[in-house]
């Protein structure tokens, strides 16, 4: 059987997990899928899609919910979802659940995963959360996998799958989802340091939104910038900051305890 995962990984723990995931569902054969690159994909090809995204502000990123708004209209096609998050996931697997069910999908398992923080404030305040997730933890993500597997072996014989609801405890569903204000408020003062510098573009390529140019040094348009410290985490010289944190905080891929937690 083929699935497909559609994933949104900013500094690469989602991607590694998704990739995790692939390897451990028998007998389906998963190709994964980076939406940032937002090629064309044909869904009639797959019997099971997932759906995964780190947690942004307690929902899910920007780019990922463009992404699946853009889907074509699907009639219960099996799907999952899956959210990684540092500090705190908030209600970030119920708004995927509801976007994922918005485009006709039917929602047959779900999971959320405590991962080293990739968030440079936090990280910058000394909770980078370096050895999430606990053994609790992985136990948790285990019975996910059975159960995405049980419901892999239904679709596969034929047989539909039961729903799956995303539940959030009371107070995390009094949680606002913070408006755009909140994401740009963190990158205040983003700017490029031009002793460290060296003009080579990589923050440019990786801004979906086009806030980046070089004139010659990287130049930030607010109007456009949606806060996903992709530029930050990615620039090889460190460069970028904002008003309160410097490149060295930057999370530009997963940690070697994480990656040994997930080898495929």
């Given at each position: 059987?083929?699935?497909?995962?559609?994933?949104?990984?900013?500094s690469g723990?989602?991607?590694?997990?998704c990739?995790?995931?692939a390897?451990?569902?028998?007998?389906?054969?998963?190709?994964?899928?980076?939406?940032?690159k937002?090629?064309p994909?044909?869904?009639?090809?797959?019997?099971?899609?997932?759906?995964?995204?780190?947690?942004?502000?307690?929902?899910?990123?920007?780019l990922?919910?463009?992404?699946?708004g853009r889907?074509?209209k699907?009639?219960?096609?099996?799907?999952?979802?899956?959210?990684?998050?540092?500090?705190?996931s908030?209600?970030?697997?119920?708004?995927?659940?509801?976007?994922?069910?918005?485009?006709?999908?039917?929602?047959?398992?779900?999971?959320?995963?405590?991962?080293?923080e990739n968030?440079?404030?936090?990280?910058s305040?000394?909770?980078?959360?370096?050895?999430?997730?606990?053994?609790?933890?992985?136990?948790?993500?285990?019975?996910?996998l059975?159960?995405?597997?049980k419901?892999?072996?239904?679709?596969?014989?034929?047989?539909?799958?039961?729903?799956y609801?995303?539940?959030?405890?009371f107070?995390?569903?009094?949680?606002?989802?913070?408006?755009?204000?909140?994401a740009l408020?963190?990158v205040?003062?983003?700017?490029a340091?031009?002793?460290?510098?060296?003009?080579?573009?990589?923050?440019?390529?990786l801004?979906?939104r086009?806030?980046?140019?070089?004139?010659?040094?990287?130049?930030?348009?607010?109007?456009?910038?949606?806060?996903?410290?992709?530029?930050?985490?990615?620039?090889?010289e460190?460069?970028?900051?904002?008003d309160?944190?410097?490149g060295?905080?930057?999370?530009?891929?997963?940690?070697?305890?994480?990656?040994?937690?997930?080898?495929?």
């Amino acid at each position: 059987m083929k699935g497909i995962i559609f994933y949104y990984s900013g500094s690469g723990n989602t991607r590694l997990v998704c990739r995790y995931i692939a390897a451990r569902v028998p007998q389906t054969v998963f190709d994964l899928y980076d939406v940032q690159k937002n090629t064309p994909v044909d869904l009639s090809r797959y019997s099971l899609a997932g759906f995964a995204a780190s947690a942004f502000y307690w929902g899910i990123p920007p780019l990922m919910r463009r992404f699946i708004g853009r889907l074509e209209k699907q009639k219960d096609m099996p799907a999952f979802i899956f959210n990684t998050f540092g500090m705190m996931s908030g209600r970030t697997l119920k708004v995927l659940e509801q976007a994922v069910r918005a485009r006709g999908f039917r929602v047959v398992a779900g999971s959320t995963l405590h991962t080293p923080e990739n968030y440079p404030p936090l990280i910058s305040r000394g909770w980078g959360n370096e050895e999430a997730p606990s053994d609790q933890e992985l136990q948790r993500f285990s019975a996910f996998l059975s159960g995405l597997q049980k419901a892999a072996d239904m679709i596969r014989e034929g047989r539909v799958p039961p729903v799956y609801h995303a539940r959030t405890g009371f107070l995390m569903s009094l949680l606002p989802i913070p408006a755009r204000r909140m994401a740009l408020n963190a990158v205040k003062g983003l700017a490029a340091d031009r002793a460290l510098c060296k003009k080579c573009g990589v923050c440019v390529s990786l801004c979906d939104r086009k806030a980046v140019s070089l004139d010659p040094f990287p130049v930030f348009n607010r109007n456009f910038c949606e806060g996903c410290w992709n530029c930050f985490n990615h620039c090889p010289e460190k460069a970028i900051h904002t008003d309160k944190v410097s490149g060295k905080y930057q999370y530009k891929e997963p940690l070697a305890s994480f990656k040994d937690k997930f080898k495929v």
